[in-house]
């Protein structure tokens, strides 16, 4: 009579079982700054992994988002002979919303869901516990610098993701749609604030890769080692993430832009 | 020692020493818990009830840094080799050297390379673990496990799907390793032949308890029927070989009836 109830408390319990799992290895990951600032290279080859390797969707993503910002405001800013205010439009929107929020969003698909499969294979095929027994502690040799490389990467791809995008919202708005090139440089540098647009992108950012990553490594290290394991929990970061990174996001906007 | 999975009581007030400088080989059935013993004896996992004490430590009550240094004392033969896929052959026999000494650079390339020949892979050492045999990633694992010279070497099921030539080797260099480097050996195996070609110690496990242990030669001869289904290999005995079941005439007479067979 009361299964259901079961059943829910069940499911209650182990969600929060697996927040208590998941916060313990973040502090204990965080807590291996030490190790990984002495062991740098480790480091480094893991924001080449994340980060780097990441460039191209990222790149290309940007561009193409930049040029269609440029094409949609323009047909909407020439409607009122404001065409002029193309570029502050295409910088404002990439500073302030979509870089922080789409990098993430792509971040969390391809350099994400690769973390999650490869610590979940590492797991299946016994290298975390071989590492174990060697007596190196694997949360601060494999977890903690993939968990720092994500927070350093996804904010620097952040700002490649905006430079490509307003320069691919200039190529279609002053090169191809004939926007007087000064004004759409001018107005941007004339609106576009430093400390409050950028830098608040930039938190964002920062905000979400740490979210992003603890997601990603927390998935992988605590995945049940089979197949379908692995397959559940490289869904569940890009689920998970991307729903973390929408979410954070209109709390980060409604305190950084909401007037009250 | 007691130790429980999900409530079920994998070893219930388990008994076992274990000599210092021989080879132990703890066999048993399928399932008795064997390799869950070794990860008990290298603290991977804790016991319900009891103690696990390796060398004077109490290894359930060490702190996560004691045991760490405790494990540089051990060295443990997994069943999959559990090499690191990103390094080399030569990379993941340095590992455990360059982790927990500061030896030159040369010094670390030597010792490397007397562990790969003493299991026959000096040649393989630029080899990915992915372009190796099943045996060849065991006996690179096995140079791995013992690049730090270890007391105590686990073993787990090390003779499983390897071919004669390999088993041989494996056999003859469990046995010279124990004996040139004065190790203790826990050795998982049901591979009874082997197990009782080199051990000086056996001890068969069932049902979560200790059956019987001694020399091979008192475990040849014991009494019990479980040992004996367990040595000769028998199907039919005190240890099921089928799991439960309801009848089997009347299981395929009436299937369909509960919707297992459409």
Not at chain 1, 64 to 77: A, C, E, N, P, T
Not at chain 2, 148 to 166: A, C, H, K, S
């Amino acid at each position: 009579m009361f299964g259901w109830l079961q059943q829910i408390g069940h499911r209650v319990l182990s969600i929060v079982a697996g927040l208590g799992r998941s916060a313990q290895l973040l502090l204990a990951a965080l807590m291996g700054l030490g190790y990984v600032l002495k062991n740098f290279r480790l480091l480094i080859k893991q924001v080449y992994v994340t980060g780097v390797l990441s460039i191209a969707i990222i790149g290309v993503s940007g561009l193409f988002i930049g040029m269609v910002l440029g094409l949609q405001g323009y047909s909407i800013l020439v409607d009122f002979g404001a065409e002029d205010a193309l570029g502050q439009m295409v910088a404002l929107t990439l500073l302030r919303e979509l870089s922080p929020v789409v990098a993430a969003l792509l971040f969390a698909g391809r350099a994400g869901s690769a973390l999650t499969a490869e610590i979940g294979l590492m797991k299946a095929t016994e290298q975390l516990a071989s590492m174990e027994m060697i007596g190196v502690d694997p949360v601060k040799r494999v977890i903690a610098p993939r968990l720092y490389a994500g927070i350093i990467a996804l904010p620097l791809l952040c700002i490649l993701f905006s430079i490509i995008g307003v320069w691919g919202g200039m190529l279609v708005g002053v090169e191809w749609l004939g926007v007087f090139d000064g004004s759409y440089w001018g107005n941007m540098q004339a609106s576009v604030s430093f400390t409050h647009d950028v830098m608040n992108g930039v938190i964002k950012s920062i905000v979400f890769a740490f979210v992003v990553t603890w997601i990603a490594v927390f998935q992988g290290y605590d995945l049940e080692p089979t197949s379908e394991g692995i397959s559940r929990a490289t869904t569940k970061t890009v689920v998970h993430g991307s729903l973390a990174v929408l979410g954070l996001d209109f709390v980060l906007t409604a305190l950084m832009f909401g007037d009250f | 020692m007691t130790f429980l999975r999900e409530k079920r009581a994998i070893f219930s007030d388990l008994s076992l020493r274990i000599p210092k400088g021989k080879i132990t080989a703890i066999m048993g059935p399928s399932g008795t818990g064997k390799t869950t013993l070794l990860r008990l004896i290298g603290g991977q996992l804790k016991p319900d009830q009891g103690d696990v004490v390796v060398d004077g430590h109490s290894v359930p009550s060490l702190s996560r840094k004691q045991l760490f240094e405790l494990r540089q004392r051990m060295g443990m033969l997994f069943q999959s080799g559990a090499l690191f896929s990103e390094l080399t052959v030569f990379e993941n026999v340095a590992f455990p050297l360059r982790v927990h000494t500061k030896l030159p650079e040369d010094m670390i390339r030597d010792l490397v390379l007397i562990k790969l020949e003493s299991v026959g892979l000096r040649g393989a050492r630029d080899l990915m673990p992915s372009e190796l045999s099943g045996g060849m990633s065991r006996r690179v694992a096995l140079a791995r496990a013992i690049a730090l010279d270890p007391e105590l070497m686990m073993y787990d099921e090390p003779f499983v799907g390897q071919d004669p030539i390999t088993l041989g080797v494996l056999v003859k260099l469990i046995r010279q390793l124990n004996d040139a480097l004065n190790m203790t050996t826990v050795l998982v195996s049901h591979d009874i032949d082997e197990c009782l070609s080199i051990a000086d110690h056996v001890c068969v496990l069932s049902g979560g308890k200790v059956l019987v242990q001694g020399s091979p030669e008192e475990i040849l001869q014991s009494d019990l029927s479980e040992v004996k289904q367990f040595i000769q290999g028998l199907p039919d005995g005190p240890v099921p070989f089928r799991y439960p079941a309801n009848d089997f005439a009347e299981d395929i007479l009436f299937a369909g009836k509960d919707g297992v067979a459409g």
